[in-house]
């Protein structure tokens, strides 16, 4: 897993960044995963967990429980989804994580091609269900294409997809002021 340096910053839009109350000095937190440089399963446990550090450091004990158990399944199934169906199996993926006033804003990446497409911003940024033929089905996830959508769906505040760049933003909420 690389860390901040020599990545490029991906950024969100200038409406999420202000429907969450974007603080510019605050850093910005970038995580990218090779799978090709790792041997054996990966997993993105350990790296939610220090997300989930960095967040209750700037936070405080204001985010509550609801929030980490929200904001580690929406970023597992994203990552997972980025390892399975968008980076080829092998190619490297990653995380961008705003902490704002109001919320985080986390832009998950990776290097293939499915947020690229038109007909994907429409259907998550409206949150319509995806269809599993929409997906190359990976062989060790027999829920691939079912569950993953749904998920973030159903634990993502804000949707907004940045096809040029072929980013998946989200936007949770800290709290529901």
Request: proline residues 3%.
């Amino acid at each position: 897993m690389t860390k901040d340096s020599d990545k490029k910053i991906l950024r969100p839009s200038q409406t999420l960044l202000d429907l969450l109350g974007f603080i510019p000095e605050k850093p910005v937190i970038s995580r990218e995963i090779n799978l090709t440089k790792i041997t054996g399963n990966y997993t993105p446990l350990p790296m939610i967990k220090e997300l989930l550090g960095i967040i209750k450091r700037f936070y405080g004990e204001t985010i509550g429980e609801l929030f980490e158990q929200k904001f580690s399944l929406v970023t597992h199934e994203s990552l997972e989804n980025s390892r399975v169906h968008g980076s080829k199996k092998g190619r490297k993926y990653g995380i961008t994580l705003y902490l704002c006033k109001r919320g985080t804003i986390s832009g998950f990446w990776d290097d293939g091609e499915f947020f690229r497409g038109r007909g994907i911003k429409e259907q998550f940024e409206s949150r319509t269900k995806i269809r599993e033929e929409q997906f190359e089905l990976a062989e060790d996830d027999e829920r691939a294409g079912r569950m993953g959508a749904q998920t973030i769906y159903g634990y993502a505040d804000i949707i907004e997809v940045d096809n040029k760049e072929g980013v998946l933003w989200l936007g949770q909420r800290v709290s529901q002021q």
